[in-house]
């Protein structure tokens, strides 16, 4: 048998429970359904562009740019590649007069080239660090033909 609290307590919860329903500012669950029913679905249209917001005439001008920057790009690496190339032969053909060269070469010979090979080397970091591809390559071509006869007549000695 029931205890008469717990009577007490289903009473109470019935009471509350009741209270609440019966009051206007809590909604019911009824309520909530047909809120939720009350959508609208509308049909957006738009337009998808390659160029988004933009007139074609500032997309070609913006392009244009940028093949600008793509070719300034190209110079710059081509011109880094050539010093590169200069700075490595220079380098290369100064350990070459002290190995392989030494016991071929007159004194004076040897020191016209060292002193040939320094200026070039003073001119790559100095005025020459930012001289473009076609200095660098002349002053490749010039150290060659300079140094070509060289190695040709001690090539077999």
Known sequence: MPSKGNQNDKS???????????????????DEV????????????????????????IVNQLIDQESQMNYQDRLVTEAYEKKNELESFVYDFRRKLDEKYAAHLPLNLKTNLLSTLDRIESWLYGEGSRASKFDYQNKLDELKKEILSIETKYKYA
């Not at 809120?35 to 005439?57: C, E």
């Open 12 to 30: 109470f919860f019935k009471t509350v429970a009741g209270y609440f329903s019966n009051r206007k500012d809590f909604p019911q669950q009824e």
């Open 34 to 57: 047909k809120r939720k029913n009350q959508t609208h679905a509308i049909n957006l249209k738009f337009d998808v562009s390659p160029s988004g917001f933009m007139a074609s005439n």
